[in-house]
Every structure is written in C-alpha cells, then in structure tokens.
T-cell receptor, first 114, second 109 residues
C-alpha cells in the first residue's frame, strides 16, 4: 500500500537522550517535511527537503537535525531531548516542492520527554 | 508577521450546513489549502484554492478572496463522520504552508 510510514508510533524518552524518528515514503515524492503539532497551535515546520541530498530549516529547527540520503527516507534526530520537545511529530511528502502540490502525511509519532 | 485566524470550535447539527472561516496574513501568497484532521490521526487534504472564487467538491466547497485575505470551507449535509478539526493553511512566498490552529467541528444528532 503506497503511503508514508513513521516509526515508532509513540515513545517515552528521558531528557538528555538521543532519539531518531523514522519516516519512509514509497510514492517517489521529491519533497519531504517534518512538522510538530502541539495543543492549541498550528503545525510548525521543523525541517524540509526539496529533493534527495538537500535539506532546509523550517520555523522551529533548533534541537533537531535531518538527513536525506535517498528519495524514500527522511529521519529526524533529537540530539539531546528536552521536555519542550514533547509533541506529536508528523512527516509529510509531496510530489514536488511548492506550488499546488498536496502534502500527504504519515500517521505521526507521539513523543513524551520526561 | 504571518498570522492565521480561525474559530477554535464550532457546533452544528447532522444534516445541516456549516461555514468555517479563515483569515490570513502571509508574506506572499501561493494558494491556500484546507485539511481535515480526525482526533488522533494525520491531516488529510480537502481542497486547494489559488484564484478567487468558489471551488466545489461534492459536499465540501472552499472559497477564496485574495484581496481580503479570507477563505471559508463550506460543509453541506453534515454527517457524524465530519466531526473533526479543519485546518486552514495558506502557502507563503517561500512555498511553505503556514498552518492555523484548526477549528474543531462538533456534529450533534
């Protein structure tokens, strides 16, 4: 089934630990995105990649890093987790970056940092 | 700065019509998206407007006025499954989506 998968589904993490959230799409989309969603706030862009081999910073990139070694995978790493990074993380992809390209979302990862 | 304003919550009756408004201020504009998000799930695409006017798609329609920085989503013949949050997201000059906090729509029988 074509789409986007994310792992893990949920995670409880001790502050200071390193964590990588995984995202894989099989739609051969060029652009991929990482968002966080917090209660009462809109989705906020963390990092994005317009094509394999390139990445860019979004609205809230501090404390996060990404890589895009190939078209399908776009992992998000928290180098040293802090409680303010407790959130729901969504990965998304679109065929191309920009314009009227629809973004398709993965099921999300619910992260609790204690 | 960039700002999206939509009501936090709305209530409507099954079978009725509801209009969810969104006003926005963005740095540049490259169209506006509406997404639906059921509780605990991912957002899913509903509509895209880039020109002024009404786009109709089944029970859902979306309207855009670029000069007023205004859009609305119109849902007709409401069903219980329409209970969800509706997210307004204009695209700025950098082709990034700026997301509103969403409108939680509660449908009552």
């Amino acid at each position: 089934i074509a789409g986007i998968t994310q792992a893990p589904t949920s995670q409880i993490l001790a502050a200071g630990r390193r964590m990588t959230l995984r995202c894989t799409q099989d739609m051969r989309h060029n652009a991929m995105y990482w968002y966080r969603q917090d209660l009462g706030l809109g989705l906020r862009l963390i990092h994005y990649s317009n094509t394999a081999g390139t990445t860019g910073k979004g609205e809230v990139p501090d404390g996060y890093s990404v890589s895009r070694a190939n078209t399908d995978d776009f992992p998000l790493t928290l180098a040293s987790a802090v409680p303010s990074q407790t959130s729901v993380y969504f990965c998304a992809s679109s065929r191309l970056a920009g314009g009227q390209e629809t973004q398709y979302f993965g099921p999300g990862t619910r992260l609790l940092v204690l | 700065g960039q700002n999206i304003d939509q009501p936090t919550e709305m209530t409507a009756t099954e079978g009725a019509i509801v209009q969810i408004n969104c006003t926005y201020q963005t740095s540049g504009f490259n169209g506006l998206f509406w997404y639906q998000q059921h509780a605990g799930e991912a957002p899913t695409f509903l509509s895209y407007n880039v020109l002024d006017g009404l786009e109709e798609k089944g029970r859902f329609s979306s309207f855009l006025s670029r000069s007023k920085g205004y859009s609305y989503l119109l849902l007709k013949e409401l069903q219980m499954k329409d209970s969800a949050s509706y997210l307004c997201a204009p695209m700025d000059s950098n082709y990034q989506l700026i997301w509103g906090a969403g409108t939680k729509l509660i449908i009552k029988p």
